[in-house]
């Protein structure tokens, strides 16, 4: 078999550990080069890369819950990922620790047999600078434009731009910018609409604005344009990780990303992940 994988296990996850052992035997014994991550390597004694190196594998399997795809997909960019879930919900992790060696070895076989698998492409987002020369990490939740800090006190006066067209100004703790696979998460906890995986939107969601307008869904390839003044410090987050500090008045332009996450095997169901979310 003439395939490279490498496998990503959720940080000081006994459980994943294991699961991420027995995927590498089984691959093994099939003839595929398997790497694993540099924390897991120890554990399960085999040979171990950073994460950023398997993107240049044919297949990435992200062992735990969806943060750890999250990292995953930081790191690899568009190589193809495979989710196997340990979390919680689950609304990118589809495989269940029971089926994993199925569904691992078969994918392998199909890529060694094929050269390719059915996949899904999930958009990500890009912050840049307007006036300055900065880009964030694509992000495949949201951006976040916030003031210094959130609460009293800690807020700025964003304004939103939907293709040159001012759509809402505030007073806020922030606005956040989220893609269908980001509006489970803090989007959602910020009173905006969930949104369908298949989807082709974006929303953008004032966060504790004094005078607040509705979320709004954009089509994804919509301008959108975020000002920020009326504060002596704000931050432009990517998917709550990397940040860039703002010097207000600031205008910062959220877009797709050029490269979008794949996500290969079994595809998760929406409306079970959302039962777990009550």
Avoid: C
């Amino acid at each position: 078999m003439d395939v490279a994988v490498g496998i990503v296990a959720q940080r000081d996850n006994e459980r994943a550990q294991a699961l991420a052992a027995s995927l590498v035997d089984a691959l093994e014994r099939e003839g595929a080069s398997v790497v694993v991550d540099d924390a897991t390597g120890g554990a399960v004694g085999t040979s171990a890369v950073p994460v950023a190196a398997m993107a240049s594998r044919d297949l990435v399997v992200s062992i735990g819950g969806d943060g750890t795809l999250l990292f995953v997909a930081r790191e690899v960019g568009s190589t193809p990922i495979l989710g196997i879930n340990l979390g919680e919900v689950g609304f990118l992790n589809a495989v269940a620790p029971d089926d994993a060696l199925g569904v691992v070895t078969e994918l392998a076989a199909e890529l060694d047999e094929t050269g390719t698998v059915a996949e899904r492409e999930l958009a990500r987002l890009r912050a840049t600078g307007v006036e300055t020369d900065w880009t964030l990490e694509p992000a495949l939740n949201e951006i976040v434009v916030h003031g210094p800090r959130r609460g009293s006190g800690g807020g700025a006066t964003v304004g939103i731009d939907i293709d040159g067209q001012r759509y809402a100004e505030s007073h806020a703790d922030g606005v956040l910018v989220a893609t269908p696979t980001g509006s489970t998460a803090y989007n959602l906890s910020e009173g905006g609409p969930l949104v369908h995986p298949s989807a082709e939107s974006l929303v953008v969601a004032q966060m504790a604005a004094t005078e607040s307008m509705p979320p709004l869904v954009v089509e994804p390839e919509t301008e959108i344009t975020l000002t920020v003044s009326e504060t002596e410090a704000a931050y432009a987050i990517s998917d709550g990780r990397n940040r860039q500090r703002l010097d207000p008045p600031a205008e910062v332009s959220v877009s797709l990303a050029n490269e979008a996450v794949r996500l290969v095997g079994p595809q998760a169901n929406f409306f079970d992940g959302l039962d777990k979310l009550e």
